[in-house]
């Protein structure tokens, strides 16, 4: 069947700062220069589909409401010049049109659309018998909305409940990109509004964030987060959601961001038969404009169904459970079909695409079974390298300049976080989250973003089974990865993504070895076998004078300054430095006993430790 798009909600002006080349502003605070353009998901949706058949004979079909006058005027107009058919558009007197403005130093969005005359329309003034019948031989309408319009306003909510209804009487398909919007209302509300809905969709679209957030409200345990966007856990929540919501498809989109400005983009689409994704298609991208990739992404996904009668077909819903990764099918290529739609509509400024199906065809056979890059690969990684290589220089220097780095062994994550907190107040420089801690991510998370300028939060007992990690690390904001022995490939993969490698040696050949490899910093352990003496022994030798030699294992605040003496730049210190009761729960007779030893002695004498330093530092 050929389908005839039909899209719901409300388009607004935006204004996003430009730069004011050329422009002579007055000496005023709040003054420049700001790019108008228009956008509104729906509208948008539409207008990607537009593009890519401009000559199409059932153009997409845009429902909203308009006020008559100049700015009206403008929204409609950008509609009618992108072959957006609006003739069931309504305008009405003495209103309005909602407006956004993106405000950069606040890293936010204001919305101005209250009073808009799409949030204050008359639902009856719509028609949607009308509208969602099909005339006899008609192509049939496909319904696409969002979570955005139920939230605009009391009136949006009805029009958009009688549109979803009137559908399903009359056996349209609908789509639904969830796309809740904080600043209209909580996620409570919305997912009260749409839940009765949902097994009816076609496809329900989320980001991977609302997802999350909507599993921990419904009481699905989460053990995912977005910098685990390619681990399979994410394919089991998925998985797990779709069924227990009784979806045809759920779909979600992944996008992650190098130092680079680099976006690598994929999407899952889990259904009974298990997880469709392009996780292992990526495609890599630098956005020119942070709006406009997820409409895109839905006309794509929408367009590569109407194409493909097989893949649109998926039956009934099922409370079947399917886990299981599928790289290969005609859905992956659909979904990369919108993974690309979504990155070259990216490519330009503004919410709308104006990708043609010939430029999307062009890149597609170009790149059959492989990875698209749409930036200059290879200025893209010379300018990686050196960001890289900055950020491992600047973390050597802040560890150099540490004294000591603090290693939290944690069976109480809750307590690893608050004592984390507790040593940067006491002038603590680095501290190691080890990994067999009790939920090391959240530890080193929450460090890492707390951690004040100067600080380096990283992570320990990297062994060979946890390499892997390494991205989700340093995704997660981890600076430098301490290790027991070497890891097979340990050094390179901790390199690769900015995190400095501290691989493990104990005898001159061990550790001048680590050095030849590329260690920058390397771990004497267990240092307690060597010994101070032994250390100075060791860098008498002018050559390793070379070596950023931490002793790690024995150290304890006593025979610290012995250690500092002997050469040591900085040392590692577990319990004599972090305290006891981080490994305890709390509650626990042992807790309480740890506890009230570091209320008594541990805290004056870590404090006694940083204060040492620093002035041995000066």
């Not at 069931?88 to 309005?96: A, I, K, Q, T």
């Amino acid at each position: 069947a050929t389908f005839r798009l039909v899209a719901f909600g409300e388009a607004m002006v935006r204004f996003a700062p430009v730069a004011a080349t050329g422009v002579d502003l007055p000496d005023e605070k709040g003054c420049g220069v700001f790019l108008r353009t228009v956008g509104g998901d729906e509208l948008n949706v539409c207008v990607a589909i537009a593009q890519l058949d401009r000559d199409s004979k059932t153009p997409p079909q845009w429902i909203s409401v308009l006020p008559t006058g100049p700015m009206g005027d403008v929204v409609h107009a950008c509609g009618a010049h992108a072959g957006v058919d609006l003739h069931h558009v309504l305008r009405v007197p003495d209103s309005d049109v909602g407006i956004f403005t993106v405000i950069p130093e606040l890293q936010a969005v204001h919305y101005q659309r209250r009073h808009s005359a799409f949030a204050l329309h008359n639902p009856s003034s719509l028609n949607w018998d009308q509208i969602l019948t099909s005339p006899a031989g008609g192509t049939k309408p496909w319904l696409h909305m969002t979570g955005i319009t139920p939230m605009v306003s009391p009136a949006a909510r009805t029009s958009w409940k009688h549109a979803i209804e009137r559908a399903y009487d009359l056996a349209v398909p609908v789509s639904m990109d969830f796309n809740h919007r904080k600043q209209l209302g909580t996620l409570a509300d919305l997912w009260a509004t749409m839940k009765p809905y949902v097994s009816r969709l076609e496809v329900l679209i989320f980001s991977t964030g609302t997802l999350c957030e909507l599993a921990a409200l419904e009481g699905v345990p989460v053990d995912v987060s977005a910098v685990d966007e390619g681990d399979e856990r994410w394919l089991s929540l998925m998985a797990t959601l779709r069924s227990r919501w009784l979806l045809r498809r759920l779909a979600v989109c992944f996008k992650r961001r190098d130092a680079d400005g680099v976006q690598r983009r994929w999407s899952a689409i889990a259904m009974a038969d298990g997880v469709h994704t392009t996780a292992k298609l990526p495609i890599f991208h630098r956005p020119k404009d942070e709006c406009g990739g997820g409409s895109a992404w839905a006309a794509g996904l929408l367009d590569g169904l109407w194409a493909d009668p097989g893949a649109r077909a998926c039956g009934e819903p099922s409370p079947v459970v399917a886990r299981a990764p599928i790289y290969d099918s005609s859905l992956v290529q659909i979904i990369r079909h919108a993974d690309l739609l979504a990155a070259l509509c990216q490519e330009t400024i503004g919410d709308h695409s104006h990708v043609t199906r010939a430029e999307l065809r062009s890149v597609e056979d170009a790149h059959k079974n492989k990875d698209i890059f749409l930036v200059n690969i290879e200025e893209s990684k010379a300018a990686s390298r050196v960001a890289l290589a900055t950020q491992l220089d600047t973390t050597l220097e802040t560890m150099r300049n540490a004294g000591v780095v603090a290693i939290l062994r944690a069976k109480n994550a809750n307590s690893a976080i608050a004592r984390g907190h507790e040593l940067f107040s006491l002038g603590c420089r680095a501290i190691e989250v080890t990994l067999d801690s009790a939920d090391w991510r959240r530890v080193l998370k929450e460090l890492a973003a707390a951690a004040p300028a100067g600080v380096a939060v990283g992570v320990g007992t990297v062994m060979d089974d946890t390499v892997a990690l390494l991205p989700e690390i340093a995704a997660l904001g981890g600076k430098f990865a301490l290790s027991p022995i070497n890891p097979t490939g340990f050094i390179q993969a901790c390199h690769a993504v900015g995190v400095l490698a501290v691989p493990s040696g104990l005898s001159s050949n061990e550790l001048w070895d680590l050095h030849r490899q590329g260690a920058r910093m390397i771990k004497l352990f267990h240092a307690g076998i060597v010994g101070p003496s032994g250390l100075k022994s060791m860098l008498s030798v002018s050559p390793l004078q070379a070596l950023n030699l931490l002793p790690s294992g024995g150290v304890t605040p006593e025979n610290l300054p012995a250690w500092w003496d002997a050469g040591a730049r900085i040392v590692g210190m577990g319990t004599n430095l972090a305290g006891a009761d981080i490994n305890f729960a709390e509650g626990t007779p042992e807790y309480a006993a740890a506890a009230e030893q570091w209320a008594k002695t541990g805290r004056a004498a870590a404090e006694k430790v940083f204060a040492a330093w620093s002035q041995r530092a000066k």
